[in-house]
């Protein structure tokens, strides 16, 4: 599910898929922001996954905006434009980039 009240989810109605090919899951995190987070249960939607990695993706984070000093670092679980086969993810990241150095923090 995607945070609808932040910058990085703008352009987006309702939540999108996102195209796994890594084995990194990121952990909800404390201090900056959680833009996209898999749903209780996993969601897969398609494709493989071993046994049990679906319950591991279970509510971990996709895509996290993370505050450090005066900036801040968008960290995304894996490549959103993966051989730009998955089109729901590009506005994501197009946000990172073109939206993210015109903010004041």
Same mark, same amino acid.
């Given at each position: 599910?995607?945070?609808?009240?932040?910058? %990085?989810?703008?352009?987006? =109605?309702?939540?999108?898929?996102?195209?796994?090919?890594?084995?990194?899951?990121?952990?909800?995190?404390?201090?900056?922001?959680?833009?996209?987070?898999?749903?209780?249960?996993?969601?897969?939607?398609?494709?493989?996954?071993?046994?049990?990695? =679906?319950?591991? %993706?279970?509510?971990?984070?996709?895509?996290?905006?993370?505050?450090?000093?005066?900036?801040?670092?968008?960290?995304?679980?894996? =490549?959103?434009?993966?051989?730009?086969?998955?089109?729901?993810?590009?506005?994501?990241?197009?946000?990172?980039?073109?939206?993210?150095?015109?903010?004041?923090?």
């Amino acid at each position: 599910s995607l945070n609808r009240y932040h910058y %990085l989810s703008y352009g987006y =109605d309702v939540d999108t898929y996102v195209h796994i090919q890594s084995s990194y899951i990121f952990l909800a995190s404390k201090e900056g922001v959680n833009v996209a987070v898999f749903p209780k249960g996993g969601g897969k939607v398609s494709g493989f996954a071993w046994d049990g990695a =679906d319950s591991q %993706l279970s509510e971990k984070v996709f895509l996290v905006d993370e505050h450090i000093g005066e900036g801040h670092v968008i960290l995304f679980a894996d =490549d959103p434009n993966f051989r730009g086969y998955w089109r729901g993810m590009s506005k994501l990241f197009l946000n990172a980039v073109m939206l993210s150095p015109s903010l004041r923090r």
